[in-house]
């Protein structure tokens, strides 16, 4: 990777600039990591480098489970019409019984260079496999934590590491299995080793340590306010899956009478640190809730699509005021376009009907929100003091290709969330750091770093 | 485009054989324009031309409406929730509008090349836009039909001319604007057109000439049988528009008391050379009819989620016996790996269960099935006497990359069906030519043709 430059001066064909809007012949002045000058119109910088096609701001993906990619293309053989989510668990399962810290790491790696191809420049890994077989800590008890620090650096990637309290099989189950390497015990302990790891990234930019509740079913509800205080303490941000499956609200109320939403809220994890990950099965009431609270929900609609989860009330969260972010989550994709067309695209295909969000409301899931909700409070817009995050997206590709784009329309930015592809992201800029240069990653063939990085699973 | 070399040696690293498994090491020996000899194992011959990742039959894209390309990225600014399929119709029509014959070619032949460099060699093109402005018939009433046969020819597919009669603007409605264009005043007029049409192609083996019935809206129910029957004659395959949306089943059952479905069986329109395209609302009688009489359902997946079509009730057809078969229908996206895996993945969001189709039914509803629906009953198979139409689809991507791909499994087949591109094929042979290599089509920057082609029509 390349160090951080003192200064660049970047000129863009066409760039996003906030509030939402496509301007044309875009020069943006860099400081080391953050943008210091943003200006349109006139000639070109002498010496500016140039960005062709649409500029974003870094895309952020929100939602991660960075070992899952090693599933790819290998859980749908089944084909026998009983296939579930919960089938689906345990394929994931037996890949997570073959880590460890030195595998996760060049897994991870590998799997965030794919992500920094696809124009991410922050992710938000939902990290619950924490210890060794049978629950044993490594020697040091963050070690597979710092190895997805790492990974994120290596790949030039920002991350926001959700250390998750992962506690109970399911609602008065204990761990089984593999989920032995999931827990600490206590809500008391995660906090522990989760302070602990906080230490050594005290003053990185780059690194974010947040909360998460892995979700109702595997955090007793007395355990919660002990992550909650943790995350209000630490201003950190605190993310949790929220009725992904109807199986989860089912056993939510059976077992305490609320909806995984209002559980939630009645132990005060709800608020604007807050993401709610699918929020995918809730009833008025819920979403009201997390409106209210100025929750986000994290949509990750392809992997909803391939678990058979079901599509989320979208609209209805937007409506109430919950912002919406998106996430690769499974990542039986990387793709953030194909997450923020299918926001739209699955809600046709439930109502009927077109056009329930505008493009600027897509792509603010892909950016500016995902950022905040991962902690990077100043990235993911394309304006004085952010964090230069830029990603150029072609407009020439056969997927991208169209009538010449005109300045004062936002053509170009329908043509990227509905047309393009993670193939199309050419250029990728984070904190100043050039790590993705004519469609090729800083660190190689990306392809043979996951081939390998998943043969060594097997 | 090259000539059709006399005799080629190919050497697959890995092949998708029928009746449906990924066979290593296979060498296809062609002679000219057909597969002559298919062999698995040993050495490589001499001098054998390599195609790496997973070689595939061509692909069949059933359904296509070329000029709707031109709208890519262009729908979705509304924004209002006041969007429907027929207010996107009214921008579909505005491109028609400006279409002439010079200009349908320059446009077709740019969006054939982009279906080339997708895999796909044979297209089945619903070709509606007959006449001149006001409907006043060229010099040649068949110049836009020759325009689009050379567009095929030009980017090297194969073409099925699904010529289309197109008589009213609803049930009992005369044709207005910019669909006087399509129409040929009686179904008599339309089969001397159509007629007329096919002599020039005859012994073309890249060319049939089929028939349609644009929908139950635009053919009036006592002209349906003069259709069928110029189908029944030439031996022809016959298309239909069938329940897109459930507007059009409410007209029909209005006007004619029977299902679009229905009323097609009446008039003898059903049958093994016919498909129904969408079948998206229909009743359990509609899917019965459709399985009994070997219809097949072309799934435009992609389409259908862009136009908030709905999900169509893919598994039900298949089990009544309805051969699927996949189109780009709108060209919103051009990839049929999409489409194939959208038919088992748009079914998992609608039922919450996952494995309702085999990769192998996935992948003959987008080779084999398509092919022979459009007429080309030799094509899209892998075997002794077939069309040397092959596919090489890499498997080291960022896509496609995992461990390594072991003979006797499927595994290779279920990547591609599930994380490959349009962008992950490398390498199309289309009758023995070869089209696209390196990722790049014969006719050079496609994306190019697109701009060049669409800017036109401003």
């Not at 509030?19 to 002498?46: C, F, K, L, N, Q």
């Not at 809500?187 to 602990?196: G, K, T």
């Not at 997390?290 to 989320?312: H, I, M, Y």
């Not at 800029?429 to 392809?447: C, Q, T």
């Amino acid at each position: 990777m390349r160090p951080y430059p003192a200064r660049q001066v970047l000129r863009c064909e066409l760039a996003w600039l906030p509030p939402g809007r496509v301007a044309a012949d875009v020069t943006i002045v860099t400081d080391g990591a953050t943008i210091v000058e943003v200006s349109e119109g006139g000639p070109a910088p002498a010496g500016a480098q140039q960005l062709h096609g649409l500029v974003l701001p870094g895309l952020a993906n929100t939602h991660s489970h960075a070992f899952h990619r090693a599933l790819r293309g290998r859980t749908h053989a089944a084909g026998s019409g009983q296939g579930s989510f919960w089938t689906w668990r345990d394929q994931m399962y037996d890949v997570a019984s073959r880590l460890d810290p030195d595998r996760y790491l060049t897994l991870a790696r590998a799997v965030y260079a794919e992500m920094a191809l696809a124009g991410i420049t922050s992710v938000g890994e939902f990290h619950y496999l924490h210890h060794a077989p049978a629950g044993r800590p490594y020697d040091d008890p963050n070690a597979m934590g710092h190895a997805l620090v790492d990974a994120a650096h290596d790949a030039g990637l920002h991350i926001s590491l959700l250390d998750t309290c992962y506690l109970t099989g399911g609602i008065g189950q204990p761990l089984d299995g593999v989920q032995r390497r999931f827990g600490d015990g206590d809500a008391q302990r995660w906090a522990s080793r989760v302070e602990a790891l906080r230490g050594p990234y005290d003053g990185r930019a780059d690194v974010v340590i947040g909360a998460a509740l892995h979700s109702v079913r595997a955090v007793p509800v007395e355990q919660m306010p002990t992550v909650v205080a943790w995350a209000a303490n630490a201003a950190a941000p605190l993310h949790a899956h929220v009725s992904e499956q109807t199986a989860e609200n089912d056993a939510c109320l059976s077992a305490y009478g609320v909806t995984p939403t209002r559980l939630l809220r009645d132990r005060g994890a709800l608020g604007p640190r807050t993401t709610a990950v699918h929020a995918t099965h809730l009833t008025a009431q819920d979403i009201s809730l997390l409106g209210e609270s100025w929750t986000s929900a994290c949509f990750c609609p392809t992997t909803e699509r391939d678990l058979a989860d079901g599509v989320g009330p979208a609209v209805a969260l937007r409506d109430a005021g919950a912002r919406l972010t998106l996430g690769s989550d499974s990542h039986a994709v990387i793709d953030l376009f194909e997450e923020a067309r299918a926001v739209e695209l699955d809600t046709r295909l439930v109502t009927g009907r077109r056009g329930h969000f505008q493009v600027a409301e897509l792509l603010d899931a892909a950016t500016a929100a995902g950022h905040d909700r991962l902690g990077f409070s100043n990235a993911g817009r394309l304006e004085i003091g952010c964090r230069a995050d830029l990603v150029a997206v072609r407009l020439d590709s056969v997927r991208t290709s169209g009538p010449a784009q005109a300045a004062g329309s936002n053509a170009a930015a329908e043509t990227v969330v509905f047309a393009a592809t993670a193939a199309d992201v050419t250029d990728v800029i984070s904190a100043g750091r050039h790590i993705v240069e004519g469609g090729r990653h800083a660190l190689g063939d990306v392809g043979l770093l996951l081939r390998n990085a998943i043969q060594q699973l097997r």
